[in-house]
């Protein structure tokens, strides 16, 4: 296996700066945490963009909404778009990120139903271009269907990773999940050829069991920072990563 990616979240291009430090490979930005990671400033992403060489998937997801809360539990209504209005909003902010530099981004939408919103991620992903990767992100732990999601978004442009903790309830619960996924993935079959990154309360006592069955991306936010949401990220965490993931690996 190839050495594993390891994403942390960044709230400032303090986050930002600390992560690159510990040997963090790529950031997501967002803001509101508190809401499950929502749109960040504009103004934000150009500073984070300033302040590190590391490559950056800027959240577009409007809010409130509910929160799925820390453990990723919570309601499917919390990865709607709100209607046609915030829809259009938050493609004229995909607009101005993407005037600002930003090309990779994390998104995905839920129906009233639960599945997934196509047709907004298809007008959304429109917007950033066909040069513009993105990732799914935990709308697929709150969906109906997994697996139809994952067949609805086959092939979809950009579409290279899928962030999932195997359950809403995040990876100690969604372990066998990920399992069978990571297998489906590693033989490309249809729906399961994007990347898979493991997130969600994930702890450094999960990689072992998530690399033995192929996962080689990791996506961590509060364990990043030893405070919690209410302090910043250290290097010193993330180094404590980067170092379980190359030794493990």
Do not use: N
């Not at 619960?173 to 996924?181: F, K, Q, T």
């Amino acid at each position: 296996m190839s050495r594993p990616l390891l994403e942390v979240i960044a709230l400032d291009a303090e986050d930002a700066i600390a992560a690159q430090s510990g040997g963090a490979d790529r950031l997501e930005l967002v803001t509101e945490m508190s809401a499950d990671g929502l749109t960040p400033a504009v103004e934000t992403v150009a500073a984070i963009r300033e302040a590190v060489t590391l490559p950056l998937r800027v959240m577009l997801r409007p809010g409130p909404g509910s929160s799925p809360g820390p453990s990723g539990a919570g309601a499917a209504g919390a990865f709607r778009t709100g209607g046609s209005g915030v829809l259009d909003a938050l493609c004229a902010t995909a607009e101005k990120l993407r005037a600002e530099g930003a090309r990779e981004f994390v998104l995905g939408f839920l129906d009233e139903d639960g599945h997934a919103d196509v047709a907004a991620i298809r007008t959304l992903t429109a917007v950033l271009g066909e040069d513009a990767r993105w990732t799914c992100h935990r709308a697929i732990d709150h969906s109906a269907d997994r697996f139809a999601l994952r067949a609805g978004l086959d092939g979809f442009p950009g579409l290279d990773t899928y962030l999932t903790a195997g359950s809403a309830a995040g990876v100690d619960h969604g372990l066998a999940v990920l399992r069978g996924e990571a297998a489906r993935t590693a033989a490309g079959e249809p729906g399961y050829r994007a990347r898979l990154m493991a997130g969600g309360g994930l702890r450094l006592d999960h990689v072992p069991e998530l690399l033995a069955a192929g996962v080689d991306a990791f996506h961590i936010g509060g364990a990043a920072r030893p405070a919690g949401w209410s302090g910043p990220v250290t290097a010193e965490a993330v180094a404590a990563w980067r170092a379980a993931l190359d030794a493990a690996a």
